[in-house]
């Protein structure tokens, strides 16, 4: 089985950011960089059904991002936790198009013969959420999105997806692509002989063909300051105050 | 003694002594299977000097104040015999002979009253060894994982030898003749037991302790570097092939007297971890790899990775060994197989293991937010001063705990204002810290480590530091001891014995107050200050100086045999699921002192044991020594 | 001649209409004010879904394009999405709202696809000009707001449910009866069953309030006192951590965070939840936080607007009891 993970690199998100000078992007100073949390789940997930084949050996999971040369450490990443090959689509500057992006990604992808190609249900910094199925369309394959089961029967892709207070069993044939959420696998750490493996694991470098920007940045700012609370009491009998102030200042109750 | 029957005699010891020397090079073949490249030829005065203390005067031995005297009369018995024997076999093999020709008469007669002396001694001994091994049940000698019958069979086999010793000498004709071959037999046959038994140790303990790395000022502590650049085939230990041979070595020197089980925190709270059973596996596993069996591992199939995981890394294992053997290294290298060869470790961990990669802590808080506990206190930071172009006298490293955690930055503010009340030039790095690495070394992910370490190196050459105080032992341990290993050189001094200094150079101006009631505390040691630093007595005389009316009481296990709260290792980021909790075993000895406060020098001892006071109820108090020092200070 | 009509879809499920269909029939209802055209409001279901066509009028539908066909009983996503492109494609629309829940962020990028157009997703602010869209949609775990614009002759927009406040603004809503632009048996992507989970209520993502739990509950039993509470209210769903929704406590489509569920509700009580970055990340935005909690230097209690420190297990059933009365007098 052939599989493609589409990778994203990005700024582990439990650090205050900072707008950069120029306004249209984010302070990297003091940033540390990692595969994008949903991506890092199919990663996983991609990993684990090479691993349940009847013979792993002759599968492959092939890791692809799009970005400046930094992406290559990502890549790197996603290999030492198993990835058997990476494509770097190289291009500098930052795109916010979703279908300029899917332009590039989806010229990479056809072709490649991959039975399953599969995104994190959104990056978490852009957090679009749109890549995937116009990427699926371009290449004319059926694509579950945001998948919190996924099983591979006879050629099918068997999948649950979580909706608002129910969810979905939803299937289709393969080849196909498939956006994860969370649940379905947790992400392996990478052991050193991993990490040293990967050091020699082929990284292709190829230019990306972004599409045309329709969808273009004009600026980033920080959302306005939430208003200082305050602990209003101890114990339970800050409890008819706690009820005064929803109903008279808050005016939620 | 015909000359035919001592021809037949030397044919005997000839045959007994090449069958010995077939074994000497079996068992240094098996050696030969672990790592070569472990040097022990260096710092031969410690060497000698340990020889002397722990092997000839059995310092180790007595800490067991019953087993200890009789073990030494035993040895010591054991040597002064051995004059006897080789005299007696020599003289059955050229009749006749004798050291009386050779040394003044009164010393050969004093040589003969000991050998008398100490053959009784021996019986007695070993007469009180077996009783005690029949009747008393004693714990300790007690496992599975021991050879039960091999000391009974041992401790009988030398009193017969005694006894047909002292029978030889008081009999004669064809009577002394049968108890002189028996006992000749008997030695030269416990002679060649000796490979095929525990007892081994009586050849190889002297050079174990001689060869050991155990006992020795910090650096001896330190874990040993592991070169991560080039093609390595094993990460750490996987059988006994990826061990160095002095671990092997080791696993000869065991004789499975269990003191350091009976001291492991672990198995005194129930956990299946068993240092003497570690030793004995690797002793097994070598002897069957040397036969040719190469389906097993010691990972794996002897050492489970729950055995592993439950070592808090105290070192009371090692401290106990009357031989020096080096239990935990074994431990730690079997972890670095499991972590960097196949990244199997506890699950809670993985946050911890990102968290310190991410974010230089092992806890997921923001880094820019290190510093923040000294808002306020005009704590100038490294970078402050390098821009004014400034020196502190010493970088004061604060620790993720003590940057982070609400009830660790009291202690760090109680130090910082003892400084500042004495003077003291210092600053800290605030933002530009990162965890020390240590917890991620002892969990074997020595690749995280590295990284943090060097990139910590980096930051205290780039200020050109050269003196260090802090208040958490493992950031001690680490940059005193372990960082030399990638250049990073730097005096470091614990903030117990930094202040003791400052107190005793009168720069801590403490209040006069005359009618402070008396407290009692007890103090409890940590494991990364005490045993693998020696620093028992300057937090202890701290607290004296600081408070007048001290009444401090030790608990139990106090200094060299302190009981770990259960934090190092790593295990302050794993679960523990099995037997009692360790911290809560310490609790109710530090609270059965009757002390109304327990003090600490560690930031992870400080939560441990706060957690476990909390949780039964109790109303005694813990502070840090840094704490008790600044509340009495007078402003 | 520039696109004037503005599109909207409306969104329901088991033959019930969502609140997002309302939501995004206003915010097309408000465009077309300006510029002059209609609000098309596309509906699709199995049969018996056109009933539903008034309330969309309700809230300014001109015309109600209604697909009624058994193979959209359940969520039929590749005929709808060639459906609704088909109709895009055949012009004058200047604008397609669709709301960013689990369906509309299925469909919607699915739409702008075959359309070939570009879309913007997850918007929380949004305004549309004669050449330009400008839009606002939060990134980086709602740490960074971002400011976009889109050129296109139909913008495809997909906003985040909340954003828009559903507005009475009646209007004809012309039914007008479509067809599939594909056999929707010839669909690759099929869904098979829509279940609805165990004891599932109001949804997160549509509560005016929630009432959440955290590791301070101590056992997944106690969740009750959480749910208490949240009955109480009448109008509450029942949050969880990411802690609890490891432990089993909870499900996972419970879990409000960073890489779970993102709220807005008006108000928002955290019960035994210590503020972890990641759970802040989920909740945020609300009007009004409520943090009850042990330790009084938890990270909730810089989010929360009013804060109690205490033991939520004793706590809890005593706010259960006043809400309850506050509400009997309201």
Redesign the interface.
């Known amino acids: 089985m052939k599989i493609a993970v589409l990778i994203k690199r990005v ?7 900072k ?1 950069a000078s120029n306004g249209t992007s ?1 302070d990297e100073s ?1 940033l ?1 960089f ?1 595969i994008s ?2 991506d890092g789940y199919a990663v996983e997930a991609a990993l684990q059904t090479k691993e349940k084949q009847a013979d792993p050996a002759a599968s492959e999971v092939v890791v692809i991002s799009l970005g400046p040369d930094v992406v290559q450490e990502t890549l790197r990443k996603a290999m030492s936790l198993g990835a058997d090959r990476a494509i770097h689509l190289k291009c500098d500057t930052p795109v ?5 992006i ?1 332009t590039a990604l989806a010229a990479e992808l056809k072709g490649g013969g991959y039975d399953l190609v599969m995104f994190g249900r959104m990056s ?11 990427v ?3 290449l004319g394959l ?5 998948i ?1 089961k996924l099983g591979l029967e006879g050629g099918r892709v068997k999948a649950r ?13 393969m080849p196909a692509v498939v956006t994860i959420d ?2 379905i696998a ?1 992400p ?9 493996a990967a050091k020699k694991k082929p990284l292709e470098v190829k230019p990306a063909q972004v599409g045309e920007e ?10 306005p300051e ?11 009998d ?3 105050e ?2 005064r ?3 008279e200042e ?1 005016k ?2 | 003694m015909t000359s035919a029957s001592s021809m037949v005699f030397t044919v005997v010891v000839v045959a007994a002594l090449g069958f010995f020397a077939y074994n000497v090079q079996r068992l240094v073949g098996e050696l030969r299977l672990g790592h070569r490249d472990d040097v022990r030829w260096n710092d031969l005065p410690r060497r000698f000097w340990n020889l002397l203390q722990i092997g000839l005067f059995q310092k180790k031995i007595f800490r067991d104040s019953v087993a200890g005297p009789m073990h030494a009369a035993i040895f010591w018995g054991f040597c002064v015999l051995t004059l006897g024997t080789t005299e007696m076999i020599v003289a059955g093999m050229f009749p006749g002979f004798s050291f009386a020709p050779f040394v003044p008469a009164p010393l050969y007669r004093f040589y003969e009253m000991n050998q008398d002396l100490w053959g009784a001694l021996v019986i007695a001994a070993v007469s009180f060894a077996l009783f005690r091994r029949l009747t008393k049940r004693v714990k300790r000698l007690q496992g599975k994982e021991t050879h039960a019958d091999d000391p009974l069979l041992i401790l009988s086999w030398i009193g017969v030898l005694m006894i047909t010793m002292f029978a030889s000498h008081a009999t004669t004709g064809v009577l002394h003749d049968l108890f002189w071959w028996s006992h000749a037999l008997l030695v030269l046959g416990f002679l060649n037991y000796l490979p095929y038994s525990k007892h081994l140790h009586v050849v190889v303990s002297l050079p174990n302790v001689f060869l050991s790395n155990t006992s020795g000022p910090g650096v001896i502590g330190a874990m040993r570097p592991m070169d991560l650049e080039g093609d390595v085939a094993v990460f750490g230990a996987k059988d006994v092939t990826d061990l160095s041979w002095k671990s092997l070595l080791d696993g000869f020197a065991c004789t499975e007297c269990g003191r350091c089980t009976s001291v492991c925190p672990a198995n005194i709270t129930g956990k299946l971890l068993s240092p003497r059973k570690i030793v004995i596996n690797v002793r097994e596993r070598l002897e069957a790899e040397a036969k040719g069996d190469h389906s097993k591992t010691l990972l794996d199939d002897f050492i489970t990775e729950e055995e592993l995981w439950s070592c808090t890394t105290c070192r009371a294992c090692v401290q106990e060994c009357p031989v020096s053997i080096d239990q935990l290294s074994v431990i730690l290298e079997l972890r670095r197989n499991l972590v960097l060869g196949e990244s199997r470790f506890p699950a809670e961990v993985m946050p911890a293991f990102e968290s310190m990669e991410q974010r230089g802590s092992p806890w997921a808080f923001d880094p820019g937010d290190r510093g923040k506990w000294a808002a306020g206190l005009d704590i100038p930071t490294m970078a402050e001063m390098a821009e004014r172009n400034e020196r502190p006298e010493v970088l004061y490293w604060v620790g993720c705990m003590g940057s982070f955690d609400d009830r660790a930055k009291k202690t760090t503010v109680a130090f910082a204002k003892i400084l500042k009340a004495a003077h003291v030039n210092f600053a800290i790095l605030g933002q530009e810290e990162k965890c020390n690495g240590d917890a991620a070394r002892r969990m074997g992910n020595e690749y995280l480590y590295q990284m943090l370490a060097k990139d910590n190196i980096a930051t205290l050459d780039r200020y050109g530091v050269k003196t260090v105080v802090t208040a958490c032992p493992h950031c001690f341990h680490q940059i005193g001891n372990e960082y030399p290993q990638f250049g990073g050189n730097y005096d470091v001094v614990h903030h117990s014995t930094y202040i003791e200094s400052l107190m005793a150079a009168g720069r801590v101006p403490l209040r006069e107050d005359l009618h402070e009631p008396v407290r009692t505390f007890t103090y409890h040691d940590s494991c990364y200050l005490g045993r693998y630093n020696d620093v028992y007595d300057a937090p202890r005389e701290t607290m004296k100086r600081a408070l007048p009316m001290l009444n401090l009481v030790e608990m139990p296990r106090s200094k060299d045999r302190g009981l770990c709260c259960g934090a190092g290792g790593g295990r302050m980021f794993m679960e523990e699921k099995v037997g009692k909790r360790i911290n809560a075993e310490r609790a109710e000895e530090a609270i059965a002192t009757g002390a109304d406060a327990i003090a600490v020098a560690c930031p992870f001892c400080m939560t441990m044991m706060a957690d476990s006071i909390k949780s039964r109820d109790s109303h005694v108090e813990v502070y840090d020594v840094a704490e008790v020092v600044a509340g009495r200070l007078a402003v | 001649m520039a696109n004037t009509n503005v599109f909207a879809f409306a969104e329901s499920r088991s033959g019930e209409l969502r609140r997002a269909a309302l939501e995004a029939v206003t915010a097309a209802r408000g465009v077309a004010d300006s510029t002059g055209g209609q609000v098309h409001a596309m509906l699709a279901g199995g049969a018996g879904i056109g009933a539903l066509a008034a309330k969309l009028a309700a809230c300014g539908a001109d015309v109600v394009l209604v697909l009624e066909n058994p193979g959209f009983a359940n969520y039929n996503p590749e005929a709808l999405a060639a459906t609704v492109a088909a109709r895009l494609s055949a012009g004058g629309y200047r604008a397609a709202f669709f709301i960013a829940s689990a369906q509309g962020r299925d469909l919607a990028p699915r739409v702008a696809a075959k359309c070939q157009l570009p879309i913007a997703a997850d918007v929380t602010e949004f305004s549309v000009g004669a050449d330009a869209v400008t839009v606002k949609h939060p990134g980086y775990t709602g740490k960074i707001i971002q400011s976009f614009t889109l050129r296109a002759a139909t913008a495809i927009l997909s906003l985040r449910p909340g954003a828009v406040l559903p507005k009475e603004s009646a209007k004809p809503g012309t039914v007008e009866q479509i067809t599939s632009a594909i056999d929707p048996s010839s669909a690759r992507v099929v869904v098979t069953s829509t279940v609805r989970s165990e004891g599932a209520k109001l949804d997160l993502g549509e509560a005016p309030v929630i009432v959440s739990g955290g590791r301070g509950l101590r056992e997944s039993g106690n969740f009750k006192l959480v749910e208490d509470l949240a009955a109480a209210f009448g109008n509450a769903a029942v949050g969880a951590t990411r802690a609890v929704t490891d432990e089993g406590w909870r499900p996972h489509s419970d879990q409000i965070g960073q890489t779970g569920r993102l709220v807005s509700p008006q108000l928002y009580i955290a019960c035994g939840i210590s503020g972890a970055i990641q759970h802040l990340a989920g909740m945020r935005t609300s009007k009004t936080i409520v943090a009850i909690n042990r330790d009084k230097e938890a990270p909730i209690f810089k989010v929360a607007d009013y804060g109690i420190v205490g033991d939520v297990l004793e706590i809890l059933p005593v706010l259960t009891a006043a809400v309850k009365e506050a509400k009997k007098g309201a």
Request: glycine share 8%; charged share 30%.
């Open positions: 700024p582990d998100m439990d650090l205050r950011f707008i984010v003091g540390k990692d949390d949903f916010h198009d979703s279908y300029a899917a978490i910094d852009t957090a679009n959420q749109s890549t995937g199925p116009i699926a369309e371009l059926p694509i579950i999105t945001a919190s997806r979580e909706l608002e207070g129910s969810y979905e069993l939803i299937e289709c044939p969370e649940g947790r392996r750490y990478p052991s050193l002989k991993g990490i040293m329709r969808y273009k940045l004009d600026k980033m700012e920080l959302p939430r208003a200082a609370g305050r602990i209003i009491g101890e114990g339970k800050a409890v008819p706690l009820v102030l929803l109903k808050a939620v109750l």
